[in-house]
């Protein structure tokens, strides 16, 4: 076993855990690799808040986790769960993008497309589309 896979062996066993189906743990050029398909977004969270557990900034640029919730579908509504600020929306699916709105915790978001792994294109109440993090989009 690498050490990438020591170090991140929590994230792993949470996965496995989680019930994540398709479950792939791959290691290309220093970064690790983990994938799959999650039931529900509770085992999304769950090996979210592993990584959590050893990278409390989720900064580390050696892990990348791409483990989506299957079968949501475009206009599925979604409740922002961010720790107490608000989801900015933005123009583009990338932190530096201009912010052209933002959702409370607790809101509900209309789901218009799973663009990527960590960009969800969604709509708010007031009608402004864009895309927020989907770190805390829940289902």
Same mark, same amino acid.
């Given at each position: 076993?690498?050490?990438?896979?020591? %170090?991140?062996?929590?994230?792993?066993?949470?996965?496995?855990?989680?019930?994540? *189906?398709?479950?792939? +743990? #791959?290691?290309?050029?220093?970064?690790? !690799?983990?994938?799959?398909?999650?039931? *529900? =977004?509770? /085992?999304?969270? /769950?090996?979210?808040? /592993?990584?959590?557990?050893?990278?409390?900034?989720?900064?580390?640029? @050696?892990?990348?986790?791409? +483990?989506?919730?299957?079968? $949501?579908?475009?206009?599925?509504?979604? #409740?922002?769960? =961010?720790? @107490?600020?608000? $989801?900015?929306?933005?123009?583009?699916?990338? =932190?530096?993008?201009?912010? +052209?709105?933002?959702?409370? %915790?607790?809101?509900? &978001? #209309?789901?218009?497309?799973? #663009? *990527?792994? @960590?960009?969800?294109? &969604?709509?708010?109440?007031?009608?402004?589309?864009?895309? /927020? !993090?989907?770190? !805390? $989009?829940?289902?």
């Amino acid at each position: 076993m690498s050490t990438l896979q020591d %170090k991140y062996a929590g994230v792993i066993s949470a996965a496995q855990s989680a019930g994540v *189906s398709n479950l792939q +743990v #791959t290691e290309q050029d220093g970064i690790l !690799y983990v994938s799959g398909s999650a039931a *529900s =977004t509770a /085992a999304k969270d /769950a090996v979210w808040n /592993a990584l959590g557990a050893i990278d409390s900034t989720y900064s580390a640029s @050696d892990i990348n986790v791409d +483990v989506q919730v299957s079968g $949501l579908a475009s206009g599925s509504s979604l #409740t922002v769960a =961010t720790e @107490d600020s608000n $989801l900015n929306i933005r123009q583009e699916p990338s =932190t530096e993008a201009a912010i +052209v709105g933002k959702a409370g %915790k607790g809101e509900s &978001v #209309t789901l218009v497309e799973q #663009t *990527s792994d @960590d960009w969800w294109k &969604v709509r708010t109440a007031d009608g402004e589309e864009g895309y /927020a !993090y989907a770190r !805390y $989009l829940r289902a």
